[in-house]
């Protein structure tokens, strides 16, 4: 089945530790992406990448970091200098179609607590 | 830079009713725009998209959009509305420099019996 898998699905870290949250499709899309989602604010970009190697800052990129070192995976590093963690993420990934953006295929999430 | 904007956090409507839920977009580029539904905890799903062509673009599910330059819209509608509608519903916009794709805060559906 081809498709967006994240993990952890819950995760619970104590305040000043950094966390990586995992992201691998199957896809065999060039462009990957995490965003950030928080009651009443909808999705925010953090990261997002068009290829292997390669990757750009979204509109809250701070606090995280990401890599590309694969196709198929694009893990997200939610780091101590984020200010307020607690969200839920979600990782995309995005087949061309005929030359424009085509479908966002989304994971099932990620939930963030800190405590 | 290109943006996004809902009109209206919530919207109730009466099963059987029309749905309208308002997009409008910003873009000094010609858009790329998208509906996009999620239920609870889970992803996103595409509804429909508009990229070139035919402005009312029919989706999934029963829904509809149209791309309207003039207005810089892009509302989702749908003429019955059914329980299984209720859901958020996330408009988005891009273009074909990049791969970058900006959403809008949501509108959150409530169908009343």
């Known amino acids: 089945d081809g498709g967006i898998t994240q993990s952890p699905k819950y995760l619970f870290r104590k305040e000043g530790q950094n966390v990586t949250l995992s992201c691998e499709q199957n896809l065999n899309h060039d462009a990957m992406y995490w965003y950030r989602q928080d009651p009443g604010q909808g999705l925010r970009l953090i990261y997002y990448s068009q290829i292997v190697n390669d990757f750009q800052k979204g509109d809250i990129a701070e606090g995280y970091s990401v890599s590309r070192e694969k196709k198929e995976s694009f893990p997200l590093t939610v780091t101590s200098a984020q200010k307020n963690p607690t969200a839920f993420y979600l990782c995309a990934s995005n087949g061309r179609d005929r030359g424009a953006p085509g479908e966002l295929f989304f994971g099932e999430g990620s939930r963030l607590t800190v405590l | ?113």
Not at chain 2, 20 to 47: D, E, H, I, K, T
Not at chain 2, 68 to 83: D, G, R
Not at chain 2, 84 to 101: G, L, M, P, T
């Open chain 2, 1 to 113: 830079a290109q943006s996004v904007t809902q009109l209206g956090s919530h919207v109730s409507v009466s099963e059987g009713a029309l749905v309208l839920l308002r997009c409008n977009y910003s873009s000094s580029v010609p858009p790329y725009l998208f509906w996009y539904v999620q239920y609870p905890n889970q992803g996103l799903q595409l509804l429909l998209k508009y990229t070139t062509g035919a402005t009312l673009v029919k989706g999934i599910n029963g829904f509809e959009a149209e791309f309207k330059k003039s207005e810089t819209s892009f509302h989702l509608t749908k003429p019955s509305a059914h329980m299984s509608d209720a859901a958020e519903y996330f408009c988005a916009v891009s273009s074909n420099r990049d791969d970058k794709i900006i959403f809008g805060k949501g509108t959150r559906l409530h169908i009343l019996p």
